[in-house]
Structure formats: C-alpha cells, structure tokens
T-cell receptor, first 115, second 115 residues
Framework: GAVVSQHPSWVICKSGTSVKIECRSL??????MFWYRQFPKQSLMLMAT?????????EQGVEKDKFLINHASLTLSTLTVTSAHPEDSSFYIC???????????FGDGTRLSIL | AQKVTQAQTEISVVEKEDVTLDCVYE???????LFWYKQPPSGELVFLIR??????QNEISGRYSWNFQKSTSSFNFTITASQVVDSAVYFC????????????FGGGTRLMVKP
C-alpha cells in the first residue's frame, strides 16, 4: 500500500519550454503533497507543500511563478516548471501523506534536463 | 530550528562487512519523529523506518538495525553482512508535529559495497 506515482520519469526539452510533472497517490487520499528538488550528490530540498483545494506554501527562495503547483484533488498534484532554463535541470521528487502524523511516501522522481 | 547531520558523506566497504551510518539531530521539541530512507541509483526514495521520540527501543529488521539514543541525539543505522544491493545513498530525516511534520533531511551518506 501507499504507492505514489510520478510522471514522467525523465524529461529532456529545450530552454523556454514549460514542463508539467504529475504526482498521484494510487491507493490513498493524500491530504498533503510535497515537492522536493535534488541536485546531484545533494540532499532533498523542500520546494513547497500543497494541501488539496488550497494554494501551495512555498519555501523561502522558491519562485512561485516559476514553479506552479496545483493540488486539485486528493490524489493528484502537479508541478509546472514554467519557461524552463538549463539551471532548472534537476531531479524533482514528490511525496504524499494521508494525515498530518502519517509518514510521507515518495514518488520515483522526475529527471528534468533543459537543453 | 531542527537540523540533521550525517557526518559521513561516503563510505566504502567490502561485501559481508558490517557498516554503521551515523545520524545526529537537533530539535527543541520533546515530540518528534526520526526516519531513514534509502535512495538507490535509480533515484526513488525507499522508506526504511520511522521512530517516534518516545520509543527508544532499538529495532532490528533482517540485516538492518537502528540504535536510537536520545542522550546523544543520535539515530544510527547498521547494516549487517552488507551486500552489493545495499549500495545507495541513505538519508536520515527528522519531523516535528509542532512544525507541521515537515521532513528535514540530512545530507545523506553514499554507501558503496564492493564485491
């Protein structure tokens, strides 16, 4: 149980393109979903927290207009990297939990490469 | 502020050796959770364990064991008789209910198990 699916797993696109990443909880309702970014050989850095039906809360230094997050249902959150540039290339990973005191379950991540 | 330190950035062992990954944390709260995650080369985060601050019992799961010592604010992870498949980056993490149970990750320890 507690499976989180993330799609796509790998994206390569040209600079200036907007890229949408989906995060789905397959067998539970996720009251909260999280988006992380991980640079090579570094730890996970929280970008934003999203609760279903409300605006995402972004961490300091994360541009909300650059990284659009939508959590329209209890099983789906999307991260859109708008007008992506090479410096946005990274590993993006989402997680979801069904309650405040439940552990986060992670998706498999998305490798984003902007040429 | 909460903080997690994994002092060992990389560890290399030969198969069948035992290895301990260190984790030291800082928190002002008396109630908190500690986690270990495994991130193999494919990138996904695999949940290994969650321990709450009131449960100091050590835990064993197969070749894995965890030693929680509140007196030293440590939550160390030992792999017995390591195998090549154990090669991965391991993250220790902390969450506090009073802070929305957000995960704070340590920097990670890259474990390389050589045949």
């Amino acid at each position: 149980g507690a499976v989180v699916s993330q799609h796509p797993s790998w994206v390569i696109c040209k600079s200036g393109t907007s890229v949408k990443i989906e995060c789905r909880s397959l067998d539970f309702q996720a009251t909260t979903m999280f988006w992380y970014r991980q640079f090579p050989k570094q730890s996970l850095m929280l970008m934003a927290t999203s609760n279903e039906g409300s605006k995402a809360t972004y961490e300091q230094g994360v541009e909300k207009d650059k990284f659009l997050i939508n959590h329209a249902s209890l099983t789906l959150s999307t991260l859109t990297v708008t007008s992506a540039h090479p410096e946005d290339s990274s590993f993006y990973i989402c997680s979801a939990r069904w309650g405040d005191f439940q552990p986060q379950h992670f998706g498999d991540g998305t490798r984003l490469s902007i040429l | 502020a909460q903080k997690v330190t994994q002092a060992q950035t990389e560890i290399s062992v030969v198969e069948k050796e035992d290895v301990t990954l260190d984790c030291v944390y800082e928190t002002r709260d008396t109630t908190y959770y500690l986690f270990w995650y495994k991130q193999p080369p494919s990138g996904e985060l695999v949940f290994l364990i969650r321990r709450n601050s009131f449960d100091e019992q050590n835990e064993i799961s197969g070749r894995y064991s965890w030693n929680f010592q509140k007196s030293t604010s440590s939550f160390n992870f030992t792999i017995t008789a390591s195998q090549v498949v154990d090669s991965a980056v391991y993250f220790c993490a902390l969450s506090e209910p009073n802070a929305g149970n957000m995960l704070t990750f340590g920097g990670g320890t890259r474990l390389m198990v050589k045949p």
